[in-house]
């Protein structure tokens, strides 16, 4: 009884940890976040910028929609309003959505070197799993080739930060099972990346 008043306590006073999940138009950004963390709170924003908040006694997730992911003339808004030190990043992407791709790589790379994003741990999901394995001779996303086009093996060499790559369904919590317990690990055991 005492301890649970006492971790209400602290968790109250505790700064939570930022979890930035950013994305193209539907891909299933909330979906994931409902499937991290289903009762997070959802805390209403005054400005735009298709920017959602919700938070949990120790983690605020935002979400981040595509409008300013895809021009790299957004960089101001990207350093003013992602957070400074997030403590993982998720990048969710609709595997059967190749055609977009072409158009979202080059800024999503940008935005993953950017100065807030270049050192914290990346998770990349390739979600809608589901879609592609009932479709499978229509075009889908390989994770080969997102890794490659979004260059995640130099950035976690650059920089020294985890990435990780999974192809997943928000339709089936099994499949998210790796991704979560990652972002655990990297909110809970963080590594020090490198300067
Ligand atoms: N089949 C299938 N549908 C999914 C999956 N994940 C999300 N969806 C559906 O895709 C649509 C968009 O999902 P959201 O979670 O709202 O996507 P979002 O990225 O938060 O959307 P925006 O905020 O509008 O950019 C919804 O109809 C979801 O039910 C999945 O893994 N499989």
């Given at each position: 009884?005492?301890?649970?008043?006492?971790?209400?306590?602290?968790?109250?006073?505790?700064?939570?940890?930022?979890?930035?999940?950013?994305?193209?138009?539907?891909?299933?950004?909330?979906?994931?976040?409902?499937?991290?963390?289903?009762?997070?709170?959802y805390?209403?924003?005054n400005?735009g910028?298709?920017?959602?908040?919700?938070?949990?006694?120790?983690?605020?997730?935002?979400l981040?929609?595509?409008?300013?992911?895809?021009?790299?003339?957004?960089?101001?808004?990207?350093?003013?309003?992602?957070?400074?030190?997030?403590?993982?990043?998720?990048?969710?992407?609709?595997v059967?959505?190749?055609e977009?791709?072409?158009?979202?790589?080059?800024?999503?790379?940008?935005?993953?070197?950017?100065?807030?994003?270049?050192?914290?741990?990346?998770?990349?999901?390739?979600n809608?799993?589901?879609?592609?394995?009932e479709?499978?001779?229509?075009?889908?996303?390989?994770?080969?080739?997102?890794?490659?086009?979004l260059?995640?093996?130099a950035?976690?060499?650059?920089?020294?930060?985890?990435?990780?790559?999974?192809?997943?369904?928000?339709?089936?919590?099994?499949?998210?099972?790796?991704?979560?317990?990652?972002?655990?690990?990297?909110?809970?055991a963080?590594?020090?990346?490198?300067?």
């Amino acid at each position: 009884m005492l301890k649970s008043l006492w971790d209400g306590i602290t968790s109250y006073f505790r700064t939570p940890a930022e979890v930035v999940i950013f994305g193209p138009l539907a891909s299933g950004k909330k979906a994931i976040k409902d499937c991290i963390a289903p009762h997070a709170r959802y805390v209403p924003q005054n400005e735009g910028y298709n920017q959602s908040i919700y938070v949990t006694s120790d983690i605020k997730f935002v979400l981040w929609s595509q409008y300013c992911l895809l021009n790299s003339r957004f960089k101001p808004v990207w350093e003013e309003y992602l957070p400074k030190t997030p403590a993982a990043a998720i990048l969710v992407l609709d595997v059967t959505d190749v055609e977009m791709w072409g158009t979202i790589k080059v800024g999503l790379r940008n935005l993953l070197q950017s100065d807030n994003l270049r050192q914290c741990p990346v998770l990349v999901l390739l979600n809608k799993e589901d879609i592609a394995d009932e479709n499978p001779n229509d075009p889908q996303l390989t994770v080969e080739r997102v890794q490659t086009d979004l260059d995640l093996v130099a950035l976690r060499r650059r920089a020294g930060v985890r990435s990780a790559i999974w192809r997943v369904s928000a339709r089936s919590p099994e499949s998210l099972k790796p991704a979560l317990d990652w972002v655990n690990e990297c909110i809970y055991a963080p590594v020090p990346a490198r300067q």
